[in-house]
């Protein structure tokens, strides 16, 4: 199959044991407050995450990271690796992102080995972002980092927006209508980020960061995050 699109729906499907639905990314707290009231307050803050905040950084993050395993730069891969982990502005965010790397290279490394894995492997890094174990999986498979950034990113907003059906609540029709919404502004950011170095980025959300600081001391709450 081309590009070898399949493996990486698998990978990024809401059942892939990542434990990706026990995640909001701070949803919860931000509903919580009313500060996401309705499917419109979902879609604009989904917007600003792409444009300004923890999305934008991911989609810099992929294209920088993948270019440096292409051509086999173990410095800059573990200097990118260790530039991004300095973005993470609280300890639920990074949970988020380490739980569900370690989960995610546990489960690949035996069923879609290759060499890229057995170079993430050598590193011994203590803490895996997900992000980072997906870039390695994409490479070592020939997926395009374009093709991985788009499908991450939709992937993402899917989760963000399940969320926000199950806790504001919003219906189905109005959940998928927000999916729709955000495909070309997406796309943009893929393009709009291809090139850009990830020394260049940074998040401008600083609500977003302490809503995550405050999530963990909600008394009730369904998401880890």
Request: aromatic share 12%.
């Amino acid at each position: 199959m081309s590009s070898n699109i399949y493996k990486l729906l698998t990978w990024l499907s809401p059942s892939f044991p990542v434990s990706s639905y026990a995640y909001s990314h701070a949803f919860e707290q931000l509903i919580e407050k009313k500060i996401i009231k309705n499917g419109e307050d979902c879609f604009e803050y989904i917007v600003c995450l792409l444009e300004n905040g923890s999305l934008k950084i991911d989609a810099v993050l992929i294209n920088n990271l993948y270019k440096a395993i292409e051509e086999k730069n173990d410095n800059k891969i573990l200097e990118i690796i260790n530039y991004y982990q300095s973005f993470f502005p609280s300890k639920e965010f990074q949970s988020e992102s380490f739980f569900q790397g370690e989960a995610l290279f546990k489960t690949a490394f035996p069923l879609w080995s290759c060499k890229e894995l057995d170079v993430l492997k050598s590193f011994n890094i203590s803490n895996m972002s997900y992000v980072v174990v997906l870039c390695f999986l994409a490479k070592g498979h020939s997926i395009k980092s374009s093709t991985l950034a788009i499908s991450y990113l939709h992937a993402f907003v899917s989760n963000l927006v399940s969320c926000a059906i199950r806790l504001i609540p919003l219906g189905q029709t109005e959940g998928q209508l927000i999916i729709s919404k955000l495909e070309k502004i997406i796309e943009n950011s893929t393009i709009e980020n291809k090139d850009k170095l990830i020394e260049e980025v940074g998040s401008s959300m600083v609500l977003h960061d302490i809503a995550s600081m405050r999530h963990e001391h909600l008394t009730n709450r369904l998401f880890r995050s």
